[in-house]
């Protein structure tokens, strides 16, 4: 399997996260956002989307779109499940997934803040204010969530789908300097992950392409 | 069953499409989101998210986030089956619909446009802009997702959670003006969907809060 990834991507994180919690090897194929080369032929050529992760099988079929992947993942290869058995589990967890995959993340990916600056004029305080709107909007959703089924991860006592999506969210809220106070349970949950190598692993400072 | 949803709301359109499909009855509570419902507290203690749909189930089970709500249906209601029945064909349905779930319509709900007109002042014109980039963008990599694999629906000859995602972005983008030219298959798909009931019955037009 290979994937073409960038370090800084959290969409591309989730990914990392879930082939280590498997155990799957992958080859890395660094694509730099911040120099545009996703929009070089070589990847266009790959993916019409144009966007990272982009996971391509032994069989050379293509995979997009970070839960997506996760979900192949999980359903080809179901050990150690990032989903749980029961329908209302997994409806759960998904949730959670999606609070951060569909109502933090898009708002305020790489291509989105480059649309304020550049499009909407937008000044870097007001860059930074709209991203931390969007972070801590989503967190206090995430953390009223996790009050309802308190546990060591997202869901339970093993690391899911919502804890691939949720690091990479906490990682960088940090780097924006948001405020997370006022999150024990997110934040002891993220604390929590990272405890385990799978998610030390596919952190960005770990990653080849580092910077 | 109860749904709380609004009549424009195209996430409460995907789940109201599911129902359709399904067959299944259910309770359908306005929400009125322009109105600021959403954030009253008689629906705030229901959800932490504020958002809808919110669907709560008979044994007072409250599900969230639009593609979790859909996927939960079909895994407790198996027919017709909104997702095919290889890993394969899940990861392509499940990517088509983050396409719009993840890449579109986060950027162009209503709390997003609010806020770039109250807080980023942008013009009618800066925000119908914005809103047009983003679907044509996401549309784009629709259609050419589309011409991998051509079928009556998104994927194949039934309809998916892939087109009730689609159908509803549609109806936003026409009631936005934006341009769906060249978007042969896409709108090809649309056209096949809304010649069923299921996605006629849906409609915001169609729904009892419809203004």
Not at 20 to 47: I, R
């Amino acid at each position: 399997m290979k994937l073409y990834n960038y370090f800084r991507s959290s969409a591309s994180f989730r990914v990392r996260i879930a082939l280590n919690l498997k155990g799957l090897a992958y080859d890395y194929v660094p694509v730099h956002l911040a120099k545009g080369e996703q929009k070089q032929p070589e990847f266009a050529a790959l993916t019409a989307e144009g966007l990272v992760p982009l996971m391509e099988l032994d069989d050379g079929q293509r995979l997009t779109q970070s839960m997506a992947i996760i979900e192949y993942l999980d359903e080809t290869h179901p050990q150690p499940a990032l989903l749980p058995a029961d329908a209302a589990g997994r409806a759960r967890v998904r949730a959670l997934s999606q609070i951060v995959a569909c109502e933090i993340h898009p708002l305020n990916n790489l291509r989105v803040l480059k649309y304020l600056v550049n499009d909407l004029k937008a000044s870097d305080d007001a860059k930074n204010d709209w991203y931390k709107h969007w972070v801590r909007l989503g967190l206090q959703s995430y953390e009223a969530r996790l009050a309802e089924r308190p546990g060591t991860y997202s869901h339970g006592d093993t690391p899911t789908l919502a804890d691939c999506c949720l690091v990479p969210q906490i990682f960088n809220a940090q780097r924006f300097d948001c405020d997370l106070s006022g999150l024990p349970r997110t934040m002891a949950v993220f604390d929590a992950c990272m405890q385990l190598n799978a998610f030390q692993k596919a952190q960005p400072s770990a990653c080849p392409d580092a910077e």
